[in-house]
């Protein structure tokens, strides 16, 4: 089993807009995410977070197709 991390961002300088899209998914959801370590967080919050996220970039996806 390797145990290099999967969530690293390959390109450096997307970590700003990353976290920033998250910043702006989390606040979407209701969820409140501070800079940094967010262990308080449910698993139903988290969850909440990343869907929005995911959601939000397929219906970029789907916009950019048309």
Do not use: C, W
């Not at 145990?3 to 979407?28: G, L, T, V």
């Not at 995410?33 to 996806?61: C, D, F, P, W």
Request: charged share 20%; net charge positive.
């Amino acid at each position: 089993m390797s145990n290099k991390n999967s969530n690293s961002i390959n390109i450096p300088q997307a970590r700003e807009a990353m976290d920033k899209f998250k910043m702006q998914a989390a606040s979407e959801v209701g969820v409140n995410l501070t800079n940094g370590y967010n262990g308080h967080l449910t698993s139903r919050e988290a969850g909440s977070v990343g869907g929005q996220m995911v959601k939000k970039m397929i219906e970029s996806y789907e916009q950019n197709m048309q």
